[in-house]
């Protein structure tokens, strides 16, 4: 193995490390070592999503578009191996839980196990380094998926969420549902998977988080047998998503069969973000923002809890990605347009009198106690800490980060993000005809 560069970094604050390295394929690596533990967790992940649906190919001129749908399709179709097995198998035999996600802008190939670390290290980087399309499993696999979209398609829970993106973005893709439709994943083939592949799945464009009792020079030869160093493509251009400020409309609602309404309070983020600081400053202030005005020990929702608008399912988040952001506020109940009403009003009052010092550093504690307890736990360490480093975020420094936030960034961004003349409601009704048939 070739000599490897590898950086440590140490938070005292935390008292926590992170040891860092860049393959010689590009890869880069990054080690959160806890010493002691019986349980590892490895997440491998290439920044491509769903909303990556046009991109110029490395050396090439002309822009590349493909269906809908196709990052999740590829994440089915990389676990299938040339001899009929599947790598899931592989995983199960040496006592390992194994998964992979497909989200707007990340697809990860994740794996926990208490033994056999590296043999199923192993594992992970050969089979997502090593992909097998033939036109007869890629049409097995569209009927597959056929079948989980149409499940999708009455989930209530999803598609209020995508409801709400449909009624906020007017061209951006995060509007599209990550499985794409069953019209658009008839169009793929194996040719556009292998392209995808080509492009999205080098090595430069992809990292590995692993946390546990790890030695990262052990990783970096395990890389070595199964990356080649010559696979990095560089740099994929992304066209830029010309979107405009205004929601395409306030209202949205469906009919499918729940007990209760269900809602969800949109508002769109159009800022395009370079990753780092400044992504970093305005989700932290979004957060801040959330917790004050939203959450569970708020004013505001014992009232709407104590009134019965709402019940424990009610909660806020935050979604800020370097080509899209969002947030959204929802739950259950039985009038969500007087939540929306009413939520809509405590933000006017809010953005009136601005939140006080007192508010806000309330809520960066409960910032900091809640990125302490990631890091007592392996997944929900590989989990959140691979986005943030897509994000050109060190995770150790979040911490600091959440201290140095201003208040006046705070209050800026409340009045700018949580435009009352630009947000939408989202709701899902109860559907009388499905309760009339069943009687």
């Known amino acids: 193995m070739g000599g490897y560069n590898i950086e ?69 179709k990389m676990f299938e191996q040339p001899d009929g097995s599947n790598a899931f198998d592989s995983f199960a035999l040496t006592g390992a839980s194994s998964n992979a996600f497909t989200s707007f802008d990340l697809t ?29 499993n890629v049409e097995k696999e569209q009927g597959i998926i056929g079948q989980e979209i149409k499940m999708y398609d009455d989930d209530p829970g999803w598609r209020v969420f995508f409801n709400t993106l449909t009624a906020l973005f007017h061209n951006n893709p995060v509007k599209i549902d990550i499985a794409g439709t069953v019209d658009s994943i008839a169009e793929i083939d194996d040719d556009v998977l292998y392209k995808c592949y080509n492009t999205f799945y080098n090595p430069g464009n992809m990292i590995l988080v692993l946390a546990g009792d790890i030695e990262i020079q052990k990783v970096l030869e395990s890389l070595d047998k199964h990356i080649s160093s010559d696979r990095n493509l560089g740099i ?68 709407l809890y104590s009134d019965g608008l ?16 969002f947030t959204m506020i929802g739950g259950e109940s039985k009038d969500p347009k007087e939540v929306y009403r009413r939520v809509k009003e405590h933000i006017k009052k809010a953005q009136d009198t601005g939140l006080s010092h007192d508010e806000i550093e309330r809520a960066k504690k409960v910032a900091k106690a809640s990125l302490i307890k990631v890091f007592n736990s392996i997944e929900a360490m590989g989990n959140s800490f691979i986005r943030l480093l897509l994000k050109g975020v060190n995770p150790l420094e979040y911490a600091a980060a959440i201290d140095s936030v201003p208040d006046v960034a705070v209050n800026e961004r409340l009045k700018n993000h949580f435009d009352l003349s630009n947000c939408v409601l989202s709701t899902i009704l109860p559907d009388d005809s499905q309760n009339e048939g069943e009687k």
């Open 8 to 76: 440590r970094l140490y938070s005292e604050n935390l008292d926590e490390e992170m040891l860092f390295a860049t393959h010689s394929s590009g890869l880069r690596v990054y080690v959160f070592p806890k010493k002691g533990f019986s349980k590892y967790y490895a997440i491998y992940g290439t920044d491509y999503g769903s909303t990556d649906r046009e991109f110029v190919v490395p050396g090439e001129n002309q822009t590349t578009v493909v269906p809908d749908g196709i990052a999740h399709f590829l994440e089915h």
């Open 108 to 136: 990860a190939y994740l794996f926990s196990c208490t033994d056999k670390f590296y043999e199923n290290l192993d594992i992970l980087i050969d089979f997502v380094n090593h992909p097998y399309f033939t036109k007869e």
């Open 236 to 303: 994929i251009e992304r066209p830029k998503i010309a979107e405009p400020e205004s929601r395409v409309k306030e209202f949205t609602e469906q009919k499918l069969v729940v007990s209760q309404p269900m809602f969800q309070i949109g508002f769109k983020d159009i800022t395009p973000f370079n990753g780092g600081e400044e992504l970093l400053c305005r989700e932290i202030s979004t957060d801040i923002i959330l917790d004050i005005l939203f959450g569970k020990s708020s004013d505001f929702y014992m009232e």
């Open 310 to 325: 709402i019940d424990s399912s009610f909660g806020a988040e935050t979604e800020l990605e370097k080509r899209y952001g």
